[in-house]
């Protein structure tokens, strides 16, 4: 399962809209800078998040870091997700075009 649809998975799980769950993290983390657009495009795959962001989603729905980047089809370990997770938290997202366009990640 990619990590759009886990994301998806837990909001339906939740019960709540893109709107309550973008609210709540805002209230959660009065830092981050989300959108319901910007939420949306997470889960529609059209976007993944900078590791502070995905820090922030799995505070928000209780689950591991891990959980997102685990590959259900694989036989992931600790340390492949250790590593995925590193370079997730050290790269220039600055130089990301769709970064720069919408500012809100």
């Known amino acids: ?27 959660m983390f009065p830092e981050m800078r989300i959108s319901q657009t910007s939420y949306s495009a997470l889960e529609h795959r059209f976007a993944f998040p900078r590791g502070d962001v995905l820090d922030k989603l799995a ?34 997202y600055t130089k990301d075009n769709w970064i720069k366009k919408s500012g809100e990640f």
């Open 1 to 27: 399962m990619s990590f759009a649809e886990k994301l998806l998975r837990l909001r339906h799980n939740s019960g709540k809209s893109q709107t309550v769950v973008v609210n709540e993290l805002k209230a």
């Open 59 to 92: 505070t928000y729905y209780c689950v591991p870091m891990t959980y997102f980047v685990n590959d259900d089809n694989a036989n992931s370990t600790f340390d492949e997700a250790r590593k995925y997770l590193e370079s997730v938290r050290t790269h220039d």
